[in-house]
């Protein structure tokens, strides 16, 4: 099984910031999209954001502003920069490796890592 440990979460204020990590294989790093998605009690999973192997991205309507994706290609480690948090964005946060290919799309996904935004 592909490995993605993500690490960053925690407890922060309103207003405040979190980095989230997500480490994984240069073979899984160099040709699949990577993102981040996230899920609060009682909801569904939804995407957060997304970066291509060119460096193009996606973000949801709700952090676009505030979130920012970046990769790193020498760590082999997506990045989710978290700014201006809102009591809103409180879920566990899932990083995710996602490829279409022929015989159809395959994907990976981390453990999650908690982010609480509260004061």
């Known amino acids: 099984q592909v490995q993605l440990v993500e690490s960053g979460g925690g407890l922060v204020q309103p207003g405040g910031s979190l980095r989230l990590s997500c480490a994984t294989s240069?073979?899984?790093?160099?040709?699949?999209?990577m993102g981040w998605y996230r899920q609060a009690p009682g909801k569904q999973r939804e995407l957060v954001a997304t970066?291509?192997?060119?460096?193009?991205?996606n973000y949801a309507d709700s952090v676009k502003g505030r979130f920012t994706i970046s990769r790193d290609n020498a760590k082999n480690t997506v990045y989710l920069q978290m700014n201006s948090l809102k009591p809103e964005d409180t879920a566990v946060y899932y990083c995710?490796?996602?490829?279409?290919?022929?015989?159809?799309?395959?994907?990976?996904w981390g453990q999650g890592t908690q982010v609480t935004v509260s004061s």
């Open positions: 995710n490796a996602d490829r279409r290919t022929i015989s159809g799309p395959r994907a990976y």
């Open positions: 970066i291509t192997t060119g460096g193009s991205t």
């Open positions: 240069r073979s899984i790093f160099s040709i699949y999209t």
